[in-house]
T-cell receptor
């Protein structure tokens, strides 16, 4: 079974609008971490935001925020005021307690239209 | 002042050859990783080393052999290259301690096997 599910292969958004990228996860651990990475067309992997399973508040980093719903096992990324430079692949990932590895979803390709 | 560097950035080679990819991090991290990103952009962990000790060894053909001469370096050697090895290989590093374990990625090495 997939541990990280990103159901949107592609998303489109108009410049300056907000967009939500979906991520659901599957774990029986109580302690885990959730990450979002951005991969622009140039290929590098850029860390965006982190949410710990025990964090009571949703994580925010500038225009990025994470809509964490623990009971639903979802960790959606919200990008506010989209910019053309936000066009990229976005990956959700999870690290379970005691594991050093990140398990990635299949990614969502975001296109920001002018 | 590159944090995680990989060489080469591009590698084109014939089937059956042996090749190596080098990775170095100057972040003082004690854990390093190799990930493979296939043509569909799916990222999967291959190996992880902590303080030169192998801690993750996913189901990877034994033609792939990681080597960690010290904490700052993790190289990947591939024997008898096959067409299916064509992919982008990412090196990453992180601190092992703490629940928050952001992984910093290198720029990737695009391997093409002809």
């Amino acid at each position: 079974a997939q541990k990280i599910t990103q159901t949107q292969p592609g998303m489109f958004v108009q410049e300056k609008e907000a967009v939500t990228l979906d991520c659901t996860y599957d774990t029986s651990d109580q302690s885990y971490g959730l990450f979002w990475y951005k991969q622009p067309s140039s290929g590098e992997m850029i860390f965006l935001i982190y949410q710990g399973s025990y964090d009571e508040q949703n994580a925010t980093e500038g225009r990025y925020s994470l809509n964490f719903q623990k009971a639903r096992k979802s960790a959606n990324l919200v990008i506010s005021a989209s910019q053309l430079g936000d066009s990229a692949m976005y990956f959700c990932a999870m690290r379970e307690t005691g594991s050093e590895k990140l398990v990635f979803g299949k990614g969502t390709k975001l296109t920001v239209n002018p | 002042d590159t944090a995680v560097s990989q060489t080469p950035k591009y590698l084109v080679t014939q089937m059956g050859n042996d090749k190596s990819i080098k990775c170095e991090q100057n972040l003082g991290h004690d854990t390093m990783y190799w990930y493979k990103q296939d043509s569909k952009k799916f990222l999967k962990i291959m190996f992880s080393y902590n303080n030169k000790e192998l801690i993750i060894n996913e189901t990877v053909p034994n033609r792939f052999s990681p080597k960690s001469p010290d904490k700052a370096h993790l190289n990947l050697h591939i024997n008898s290259l096959e067409l299916g090895d064509s992919a982008v290989y990412f090196c990453a590093s992180s601190r092992r301690t703490g629940n928050y374990n952001e992984q910093f990625f290198g720029p990737g090495t695009r391997l093409t096997v002809l």
